[in-house]
Every structure is written in C-alpha cells, then in structure tokens.
C-alpha cells in the first residue's frame, strides 16, 4: 500500500501546470464565446474588426481576465519552482553541472517576470493604461521567451547525462517546437500592430492558444518523478553509478 502511495504522490504536482492550462484556456474561450455570443460588438479600444484579448479584457470581464492571468501565472512559476526542488532532491533527474542549475534559475526567473507582466497587464487594461498595457504586454511575452529558451537549453544538456535520455528529449523537442512558433508569431504579432490590426488580432489568439499547450508540456516533466523515490537520482548516485532506475515504473500511460 504505502509503495503505490508514493506512485501516486507525483498527481500533487502533475495538476499544478494541468490547472493552470485548464485555467487560461477556459479564461481565453469564455471570453471569445462572450464576444461571439453578444453579437462580436465592438468594444471602445478596438481598432479593428477583430477584438484583441485585452479588447475584451477591458470590458464587464475584466474580473475573470484578471483572475485567470493570476492563477495562469502563479501556476506557471509554481511549475517550474517544484521541477527545480524535485531535481534538488533526487525525484527528477539532478543537475549535475552547475551550469545546468544556472539555467534552471534563469528560467524560474523568467517565468516570474513573464508572469508579473501577465498580471500587470491584465489590471492595466488597454482602454486606461494603453501604454502601460503594452509596456507589461512585452515584458510578459519577454519573460516567458526567456524562460523557454533556458528550460530547453536545461533541458539539452540533462538529456546527455542519463540512461533515460530518450524521455528528456521527447521533453525538450516538445517544448523547443512549441516555444519556437510562439516566438516566430509573437514577433509576425508585433509587426502585424502597426500594419494590420486584424491579421495581428487572429496572431495573438493563436499565440494565448499556445501558451496552453506549452503549460501542458510541464506535466509530462513532473509525471517522470512516478514511482521515484527521494534522493534516488541525486547528484552523488548518478556519479557513483548507482542512481541506476531500480524500481522506477516507467510506463507513462
């Protein structure tokens, strides 16, 4: 009874990323089926035929978008404070350069201020705070750019080190395709405002989408913890050779 307890203990921490996807999802289409199902108005701070996220940010939602930025964004830098603990005690594979660990911190950095501007900019929204808005705009897309890019260079040089290289890499290649794009659109998002509003529009749904999916990619990072027990990859295990997998379940399904 108690080893299928410890099986079970990484779902504390595989919801975390899960509720926090399911949360800014759920913001996203409650606020696009608002807009659909009111008749698509136009709202005071639209410039085009297509209303931006923060369009309808600024109108009766303002609540729920704050609110979802919120727990998306506490949820966020949660994600990657507790994968940071888990390798530090062994769960999850250990750092064992420093310059791993390094990056490690650089991306809870990111993510945090990613996830400051997040929420900054849902309460200054786009029709009283036009320039703040955009101000917190950048700095939420910066931050969470930065974050991916130093989770995925973890996340390449983790996956030299161990037996179970094949798991980290599916990890890293799922996370460098999905950050990639956001950033290729973020940067057609931010042309697309000063030479179409609409096309720029229909880029920043597509790229708020996105972001759920790479939120989603965290809980198959804390599902590998399953079955593992403290200190079992810890850094002076995996040197000695005997962080060996013994015991792990490996079946992800």
């Avoid at 800014?24 to 807009?35: A, E, I, K, V």
């Avoid at 303002?62 to 404070?81: H, Q, R, S």
């Avoid at 650089?106 to 945090?112: K, N």
Wanted: aromatic share 14%; glycine share 8%.
């Amino acid at each position: 009874m108690a080893i299928l307890s410890h099986r079970h203990h990484h779902w504390a921490y595989v919801w975390i990323p899960a509720f926090g996807a399911f949360i800014w999802f759920g913001t996203l289409l409650s606020m696009l089926l608002t807009w659909v199902g009111t008749g698509t108005p136009r709202y005071p701070s639209e410039d085009g035929t297509i209303p931006y996220i923060s369009d309808i940010g600024a109108s009766f939602l303002k609540p729920l978008f704050i609110a979802g930025c919120a727990v998306t964004a506490v949820a966020f830098v949660t994600t990657l404070v507790l994968e940071r603990l888990l390798r530090h005690n062994g769960r999850l594979h250990a750092s064992l350069r420093r310059r791993e660990s390094v990056f490690s911190y650089l991306a809870i950095l990111g993510s945090f201020i990613g996830g400051m501007g997040l929420i900054l900019l849902s309460i200054f929204d786009t029709l009283r705070h036009q320039s703040a808005h955009r101000v917190f705009l950048l700095v939420f897309m910066v931050g969470v750019a930065l974050s991916a890019i130093f989770t995925i260079i973890e996340f390449r040089w983790l996956s030299k080190d161990y037996q179970y290289a094949a798991q980290l890499r599916r990890a890293y290649i799922a996370k460098a395709i999905i950050a990639s794009a956001l950033i290729i659109l973020a940067i057609a998002f931010a042309i697309c405002l000063w030479r179409s509003k609409n096309a720029g529009g229909v880029l920043e749904w597509v790229i708020a989408m996105g972001f759920t999916l790479y939120l989603l990619t965290f809980v198959y990072d804390l599902r590998m913890s399953k079955g593992i027990h403290k200190h079992e990859l810890s850094e002076q295990r995996l040197v000695n050779g005997s962080g060996n997998g013994h015991g792990r379940d490996m079946s992800y399904a």
